[in-house]
């Protein structure tokens, strides 16, 4: 594991914020499933959404003047007719490259956990203002991603009480540029906490779902590759030789991660897909590498099929990674 001062000369910027504590280790659960978190419940048409919630604030380094920027998030609950005294968590991270998307972008998501009772949270985060591609060839806007990734699951846990949230129970999910954050928050060791709002309270989480995710700066590619090796050609961005991959952060006792990716990924190649499979099958890290054969970037038309096999397959993987079998159930009376 790198300490702090050999991570700083590896990555070239300073990986530690100002005064800010060392992010704290997450917390696997056992893992036991649940199929009332992974058959609906509630109608997500009916679901209850707190919009634009100010979560913290932070800098942004990139551009000529440093603005301190405003973070928020929107906050979607199961409807009213939910009386569970907690709900598990889903942290949701936007895609967009690190140069756009926004917190609203990923609604059938957000309404498939409604539904099945979680609350979920979609944070926006500071991302790249100038630069375009060239400010992606480090793992710097990952970094600060997570840093506000964490600030908002503080403020979560600050509001658990009003919000009836269940602490013990937060995952981080992801898709292309959130995936990779969700990756980064669950896995990478010798990062700060950051200083994006809300201290003292605990930013740890206890799963993992990326789409299209990676923990490799490899991305914009040409081709994908073909099987067995998957070997890329032609990537835009590729830092891997300059601390550009952190795959090997992975380590046992970690969190799960279900690793949802397409073998035709060219936005970011299934390569990097692979090599997590490869290092959590290594350090016996439990996970679930869902591969989807011939898909793209982010392949929603796949994941949300209730027709094909991967959909009951993640929502089983990450309930059983919160421990959904020893929480409280949605509540049977108001089925859809």
């Known amino acids: ?49 707190i919009l634009d919630v100010e979560y913290g604030a932070a800098k942004n380094p990139y551009g000529a003047v440093h603005t301190k920027e405003t973070l928020k998030m929107d ?30 972008d990923d609604q059938r998501m957000f309404n498939t956990l409604v539904a099945r009772g979680y609350v979920v949270a979609s944070v926006n985060y500071r991302m790249v203002t100038v630069g375009g591609i060239g400010a992606l060839e480090s793992i710097k806007p990952a970094v600060i991603s997570a840093e506000d990734t964490r600030a908002a699951i503080r403020y979560l846990r600050m509001k ?20 990779i954050t969700a990756d980064f928050v669950g896995f990478t060791k010798n990062f700060t906490d950051g200083e994006s709002g809300n201290p003292n309270y605990d930013s740890a989480i206890n799963a993992v779902l990326h789409v299209s995710g990676s923990m490799q700066d490899l991305a914009f590619c040409i081709a994908p ?41 060219t936005t ?53 990674s919160l421990n959904l079998a020893e929480a409280e159930c949605p509540k049977s009376s108001v089925e859809v």
């Open 268 to 320: 970011v190649p299934y390569i990097c897909a692979l090599k997590m499979d490869a290092r959590a099958n290594e350090v016996g890290l439990k996970h679930d590498f869902i591969t989807i054969p011939g898909a793209g970037h982010v392949p929603y038309g796949d994941i949300f099929n209730e027709n094909e096999p991967y959909f009951k397959r993640w929502l089983t993987f990450l309930s059983g």
């Open 225 to 265: 590759g073909k099987a067995p090796n998957y070997k890329p050609t032609g990537c835009v961005v590729n830092s891997i030789n300059r601390g550009g991959d952190l795959t090997d952060d992975m380590e046992a006792g970690d969190v799960p991660v279900a690793i949802i990716h397409g073998t035709k990924d």
């Open 160 to 179: 658990a009480g009003e919000w009836r949230l269940d602490t013990n129970r937060f995952a981080v999910g992801g898709d292309s540029a959130g995936g």
């Open 75 to 104: 906050v979607h609950f199961p409807p009213d007719s939910d009386t569970r005294a907690t709900r598990p968590v889903m942290v949701w991270i936007h895609g967009g490259a690190y140069l756009g998307g926004d917190k609203k």
């Open 1 to 49: 594991m790198l300490g702090v001062a050999v991570a700083q000369e590896k990555f070239g910027f300073d990986v530690m914020a100002k005064d800010a504590p060392p992010a704290p280790p997450n917390r696997p659960l056992p893992f036991q499933p649940a199929d009332c978190f992974v058959n609906p419940t509630y109608d997500a048409s009916k679901r209850q959404s």
